[in-house]
């Protein structure tokens, strides 16, 4: 009776932890990422560097999937980027995607959003450097929505084909063209 027991227990034990396990398994549809930084409605998010482009294609319409449905990129690690808002606490909202760890740094960010506001060759130099690390990119806002691969001012043309594309472009959810 008591070795039926302890085996129940031990059989019992085992399936449970397997259950658990496969009930609480990381989504593996998108890349693993982390949140490296926000500033305002800038988010900086690193994944790993041998994250392929189809991958990172694959994040980034997750995060269309998410600004669609629910507006809600809370479970995606992302705090809220318009709090206080009434039209959501997501309602604008810029998503940088970088395989280095450093791009996706607060410090980085920072220097690129005071960039972004000087006219100094210095500054134009750093917002451009920040630009070309970007490896993927996302932005939900009242004008629309955007998703792209590759680095950001580099222009999709036959030459820059393998690295840059325009993902889709289009009306903000909800709003006709």
């Known amino acids: 009776m008591v070795v039926k027991?302890?085996?129940?227990?031990v059989v019992g034990s085992f399936l449970l932890?397997?259950?658990?396990?496969?009930?609480?398994?990381?989504?593996?549809s998108i890349p693993p990422y982390s949140v490296g930084s926000q500033e305002g409605t800038?988010?900086?998010i690193h994944v790993p560097a041998w994250t392929s482009d189809p991958a990172i294609e694959s994040l980034i319409y997750r995060f269309r999937k998410v600004g669609r449905e629910t507006?809600?990129?809370?479970?995606m690690?992302?705090?809220?980027t318009t709090?206080?808002?009434?039209a959501g606490p997501y309602r604008r909202i810029s998503i940088y995607?970088?395989?280095?760890?450093?791009?996706?740094?607060?410090?980085?960010?920072?220097?690129?959003v005071a960039a972004a506001a000087s006219r100094s060759e210095a500054d134009r130099l750093a917002r451009e450097a920040f630009e070309k690390a970007v490896r993927g990119f996302y932005r939900l806002?009242?004008?629309?929505?955007?998703?792209?691969?590759?680095p950001l001012g580099e222009k999709e043309t036959a030459a820059t084909a393998a690295f840059v594309r325009l993902l889709f472009k289009s009306a903000a959810p909800g709003r006709s063209d």
Request: overall charge negative; glycine content about 16%.
């Open 77 to 80: 690690k992302i705090r809220p």
């Open 71 to 75: 507006g809600d990129f809370g479970p």
């Open 17 to 28: 932890i397997g259950l658990g396990m496969f009930l609480s398994r990381p989504d593996r």
């Open 42 to 44: 800038l988010v900086a």
């Open 141 to 150: 806002d009242e004008s629309g929505e955007e998703g792209r691969i590759g």
């Open 5 to 9: 027991l302890g085996l129940g227990v």
């Open 97 to 112: 995607v970088f395989t280095h760890d450093a791009w996706a740094e607060p410090e980085t960010l920072h220097r690129y």
């Open 83 to 86: 709090p206080g808002d009434p």
